[in-house]
């Protein structure tokens, strides 16, 4: 390995090459929207040297091998021989690109290390024994980098594994957990860093969805503005009697806005907005004449939405709570009292504990003034 004949520097390997591929992953995050976040290093036979590195880029475009491989070669790097490390188990389909574990072994890898299986049926450890049946060395990374692929795809793995998105419900309250007053006003609770920091995982999400009250209470834009993106989610509202107006300002500009109604599918009102471009989907709940909840997941499922965002009211938290389809509770907490108004969420009313919905805290930080508090109903599955 010299640089002599390189016009770029030879960079020497990194510590831990799968930690380095695990931080490229993170920049496809808001880029390779619906297809997983992955990196890959290369690393030369001798372990001493980094030969080429990428990520995911947009769905349709390379994945992180291919993108590892041009590096290389732009550097002007031979990979024979060479070492790929790779946050996902390479691909051995054929999608929208060719498979990736056909590339490396074109490539000359001598061998893979991957840090989690690829939980897509139709890859689903054939990537690792196309690789072995090809003489490459394929093995897995330690369980820790395992855990950390996992939960940068955990929308991903959510829909493979169990054909549901992953359901974050993300809630800005007061000290005592007020989210509005009782005359609706809610803007702003918490501080801009706090706001920042939901727009960050608005990011990560393929939908983010609201009810029809927030729509018509705040006439919010639902979109990932306060940090930069390449992908904005989808916008969704529930809406049982189509009471949308017009006029709302996630009409006029940005992604796409889905609607889901209770009114009947030959409704002469959804076909006007569908000839507006909004997607509209009757999936009556005849228990409740509202949205049928586990319709709208099913329906999200078929158009791969990893990972759902929801910023909703009270009512509708209380519902996909009630329903118990919600993983994931994002909380904001500003240290301020509101007395009267709606709460995180409605439920019950109980008359005793028992039923009480039961969470594990996962993560408490200080986000500006505010503090961020994290919560899951169960830990996610890990597969191989
Ligand atoms: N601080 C915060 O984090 C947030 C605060 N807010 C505040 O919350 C207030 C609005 O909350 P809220 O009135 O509870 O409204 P929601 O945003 O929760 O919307 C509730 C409405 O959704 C519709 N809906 C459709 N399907 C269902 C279903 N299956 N279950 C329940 N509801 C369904 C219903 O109307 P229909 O049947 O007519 O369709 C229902 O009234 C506003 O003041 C807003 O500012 C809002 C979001 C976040
Ligand atoms: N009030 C409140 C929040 N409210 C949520 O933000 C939505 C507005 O989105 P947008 O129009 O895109 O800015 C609003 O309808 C509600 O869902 N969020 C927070 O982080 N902190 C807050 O104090």
Redesign the pocket.
């Known amino acids: 390995m010299s640089d002599l004949t390189s016009p770029f520097p030879t960079l020497p390997a990194p510590a831990d090459p799968m930690a380095a591929a695990l931080a490229l992953a993170e920049h496809a995050v808001g880029v390779s929207e619906p297809n997983p976040r992955v990196g890959c290093v290369i690393t030369s036979a001798d372990g001493r040297w980094l030969l080429g590195q990428g990520h995911t880029q947009a769905v349709g475009s390379a994945h992180a091998e291919i993108m590892a491989l041009r590096d290389a070669q732009a550097r002007g790097h031979d990979v024979r021989g060479a070492t790929a490390w790779v946050t996902l188990e390479p691909c051995a389909h054929h999608g929208r690109t060719p498979p990736c574990c056909d590339a490396l072994v074109a490539a000359g890898m001598a061998r893979v290390v991957a840090a989690v299986g690829d939980p897509n049926p139709l890859v689903n450890g054939q990537g690792m024994a196309r690789l072995r049946a090809a003489g490459v060395s394929a093995d897995w990374g330690p369980p820790t980098h395992a855990l950390a692929a996992t939960e940068l795809n955990i929308g991903f793995f959510s829909r493979m594994q169990r054909q549901r998105p992953w359901v974050r419900l993300?809630?800005?309250?007061s000290l005592d957990g007020r989210?509005?007053?009782a005359n609706?006003?809610?803007?702003w609770?918490?501080s801009p860093e706090a706001r920042a920091d939901g727009h960050a995982w608005r990011r990560r999400a393929g939908a983010v969805l609201?009810?029809?009250?927030?729509?018509l209470?705040?006439d919010?834009m639902l979109d990932v503005r306060h940090v930069p993106t390449q992908v904005q989610p989808v916008r969704v509202v529930?809406?049982?009697?189509l009471?949308l107006p017009p006029t709302a300002r996630l009409l006029q500009s940005g992604s796409p806005v889905w609607l889901?109604?209770?009114v009947p599918a030959n409704d002469a009102r959804i076909a006007s907005w569908q000839a507006r471009s909004v997607r509209v989907r009757s999936v009556p709940?005849a228990a409740?004449?509202?949205?049928?909840?586990h319709a709208v997941l099913a329906d999200l499922t078929t158009q791969s939405i990893n990972e759902l965002h929801i910023?909703?009211?009270?009512?509708?938290?209380?519902?996909?709570l009630a329903a118990g389809m919600v993983d994931e509770i994002v909380l904001?907490l500003a240290p301020m009292l509101l007395g009267q108004g709606?709460g995180l969420a409605?439920l019950g009313p109980w008359a005793d504990l028992t039923p009480a919905l039961r969470w594990q805290w996962q993560q408490i930080e200080r986000i500006g003034p505010d503090l961020r508090l994290t919560a899951r109903s169960a830990p996610p599955a890990l597969v191989r």
């Open positions: 993300k809630m800005a309250g989210t509005a007053l609706g006003v809610s803007q609770i918490t609201t009810g029809i009250q927030t729509a209470a705040d919010p529930l809406d049982s009697h009471r889901y109604t209770a709940d409740t004449g509202r949205v049928d909840l910023e909703a009211g009270a009512t509708l938290n209380g519902a996909w904001y709606a409605h």
